[in-house]
C-alpha cells in the first residue's frame, strides 16, 4: 500500500508565506508526476501545481509567480513555497502523485488526506 502524508497548513496573514509538503511511502517502484490541488466547499478540486520525474513544472495562472512547487525523489517527497499569499488562496490542498508499485505495475493516482491552509485579512 501506499500513503502520502501532508504538513505544513495552517493561518497566516495576507502577503505571507507557508510552505507545504508531502511524503510517499509504501510498495513505490517509481513516482511519475506529483501534484498540488485545492478545493474550498462548493467548488471543484483545482490543480494548483505539477512537477514530473524531471522536474518540469507547470502551473495555475492565479499562483505563477508567487507558488513554487519542487520535489525530492530521494525522499519521494514533494514540496509547495507559498509567498505572497491572498484570501483567495485559502482552500484545503491536496497532494496527488501517480506510482507505480512494481517493474510491471500500472501506474495509480494516490491522495493525501488534505491539510487546511487559511489566509486572513
Known amino acids: 500500500q501506499v500513503q502520502l502524508v501532508e504538513s505544513g497548513g495552517g493561518l497566516v496573514q495576507t502577503g505571507g508565506s507557508l510552505r507545504l509538503s508531502c511524503a510517499a511511502s509504501g510498495s513505490i517502484f517509481s513516482i511519475n508526476f506529483m501534484s498540488w490541488y485545492r478545493q474550498v466547499p462548493g467548488k471543484q478540486r483545482e490543480l494548483v501545481a505539477r512537477?514530473?520525474?524531471?522536474?518540469?513544472?507547470t502551473y495555475t495562472d492565479s499562483v505563477k509567480g508567487r507558488f513554487t512547487i519542487s520535489r525530492d525523489s530521494a525522499k519521494n517527497t514533494v514540496y509547495l513555497q507559498m509567498n505572497s499569499l491572498k484570501p483567495e488562496d485559502t482552500a484545503v490542498y491536496y497532494c496527488?502523485?501517480?506510482?507505480?508499485?512494481?517493474?510491471?505495475?500500472?501506474?495509480?493516482?494516490?491522495w493525501g488526506q488534505g491539510t487546511q491552509v487559511t489566509v486572513s485579512l
Open positions: 512537477i514530473n520525474s524531471s522536474g518540469a513544472t
Open positions: 496527488n502523485a501517480v506510482i507505480a508499485a512494481g517493474i510491471t505495475s500500472p501506474l495509480i493516482p494516490y
